[in-house]
Nanobody, 115 residues
């Protein structure tokens, strides 16, 4: 079971970025997926989640209206589209699921929002 994030970068405030998470080793379409983030000195927080079929999504109040989670079950990939980025969005972003009652994490991808 493996999750591999990509797409992190340095971006200016107000900019956009799309993160991807490629899944392997399990039947991706059966599992809900989550994006978390962890800023320096802070606890890891849930950013957004999506149901197995993609019909249900939810996101943290801090990113509502700016971030969109989506998935492509044919490609075993979940995405996080991030718009109107702010310096406080700077963090390492992690993809996550729960497989056989165990949490599975990717290695993370760094997003830095700075001018």
């Amino acid at each position: 079971v493996q999750l591999v994030e990509s797409g992190g970068d340095l971006v200016q405030p107000g900019g956009s970025l799309t993160l991807s998470c490629a899944a392997s080793g399990f039947t991706f379409s059966y599992y809900a997926m989550n994006w978390y983030r962890q800023a320096p000195g802070k606890e890891r927080e849930l950013v957004a989640r999506i149901s197995s079929g993609g019909g249900y999504t939810n996101s943290a109040d801090s990113v509502k209206g700016r971030f969109t989670i989506s998935r492509d079950n044919a490609k075993n990939t979940v995405y996080l589209q991030m718009n109107s980025l702010k310096p406080e969005d700077t963090a390492v972003y992690y993809c996550n699921t729960v497989h056989d009652t165990q949490p599975v994490w990717g290695q993370g991808t760094q997003v830095t929002v700075s001018s």
